[in-house]
């Protein structure tokens, strides 16, 4: 069976463990969870990058440095993982969907002022498949209403907007480094802030509230409870995998970019036979090849698309339950406008297998899904 994912190790990891298991230091904040902030923000422009468990801490943190109060609103897309809303539901916040766009199934930047009330206080964009949202559009709406941006760029190491790094054109910016992701270490994540409005406060945050860091910098004598916060930090095991992760990213990029290019070539011939639709990818964006997914005419065609790939031994899977019509989602929050586009692509998408050393059985791969294709479409 050719899986869906398979974490790739870049074969540096037990080394840089090896060392953090001499160093003697386990806990959080050590010399390669100095190496990871140093790499992030050397290769984003963050003006901090702040490693955590998850992009659902991440999140979480950015919920608490807007100081989110009950009823306070979050306008963001329904199609998305779990956490963007979570994080902010989390806080007593209320997740405000809107719809996404036809093309690249980003949030509709054209959406969101309508949705805007007195009680909105952020815009949480979610980079799709690690391409970007209209960043200059969404920038100006929040400029004029006054509202926070946060970028939930799991997907999206390595992307740019107008070569500008995914995660730091809003106020605040999430990676995930969940072994799903492009870059991995297991459970992980990183917060980054694009200029010093919060870096002070993240950081007590992410350290239960304290002022640990400052005290370690010696910018004060004594280490003290000064905010609410939680323990948001990774221990240097992890941040020694991701050291050796992050080194190699260029390489991983590259690498992935290589497999988008070889399904996007296949795709083409049934794109232009009108049987299905492949990834569009606006040209200031510069993508990270996190996924690759094509659309399928209808439900039912889906269902059988899979299937007659797993008779194949490929599994390919679909995402996502839309937000606005899950559980939690309609409990906590609410939508503004149609969900048109949201319930269609939910009902439509596959995601193809990417990882690497996935490559000797492309042909395979491809193969079996002309087969599936002429079986879901009969
Ligand atoms: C993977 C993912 C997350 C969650 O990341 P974790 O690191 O597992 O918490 C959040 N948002 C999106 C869009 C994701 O794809």
Redesign the pocket.
């Known amino acids: 069976m050719i899986r869906f994912n398979r974490p790739y190790m870049t074969g540096q990891e037990l080394d840089l463990i090896r060392e953090a298991h001499q160093n003697g230091h386990l806990s959080g904040d050590g010399p390669f969870t100095r190496r990871c902030h140093t790499w992030l923000r050397e290769h984003t422009g963050a003006a901090s990058a702040l490693l955590t ?7 979480e943190m950015a919920a608490l440095l807007l100081r989110l109060e009950p009823g306070d609103e979050v306008i963001m897309p329904s199609f ?5 809303a979570s994080a902010f539901a989390l806080r007593g916040a209320v997740p405000v969907f809107v719809d996404v766009r036809a093309d690249t199934f980003n949030i509709d930047e054209n959406l969101i002022e309508a949705a805007i009330t007195s009680r909105t206080k952020a815009i949480c964009v ?3 498949a690690g391409v970007s949202c209209e960043m200059d559009a969404i920038l100006e709406i929040a400029g004029r209403h006054g509202l926070r941006v946060i970028e ?1 760029a ?2 999206a190491i390595m992307s740019t907007y107008k070569g500008r790094a995914l995660g730091t054109i809003g106020d605040l910016g ?5 072994e ?2 492009n870059v991995i270490s297991g ?3 990183a917060l980054l802030c694009r200029d010093e409005t919060f870096v002070e406060e993240a950081e007590v945050i992410r350290e239960k509230g304290t002022n640990r860091s400052r005290f370690f910098r010696g910018q004060v004598d004594k280490y003290t409870w000064v905010d609410v916060g939680s323990s948001y930090l990774p221990g240097e095991i992890t941040a020694a995998f991701l050291a050796a992760q992050l080194e190699a990213a260029s390489d991983i990029t590259a690498r992935r970019l290589s497999i988008w290019h070889t399904y996007h070539a296949w795709a083409e011939g049934h794109e232009k036979a009108g049987l299905i639709r492949r990834p569009v990818v606006p040209d200031y964006c510069e993508h990270n090849a996190h996924m690759y997914y094509i659309l399928l005419p209808s439900l039912d065609a889906r269902t059988r698309f899979i299937a007659a790939l797993r008779q194949r031994d490929v599994q390919a899977v679909f995402h996502y339950i839309p937000l606005h019509s899950s559980p939690a989602g309609e409990k906590t929050g609410r939508s503004h406008g149609s969900m048109k586009i949201t319930d269609d692509v939910s009902d439509r998408l596959v995601r193809m297998p990417l990882w690497l050393g996935l490559e000797e059985n492309m042909q395979m791969i491809l193969q079996a899904a002309d087969e599936a294709l002429v079986e879901a479409l009969a």
């Open positions: 468990h998850s992009c659902t801490a991440a999140l998305t993982f779990v956490s963007t979610v980079h799709y939930d799991a997907q999430a990676f995930s480094f969940h799903t992701k459970e992980g994540g």
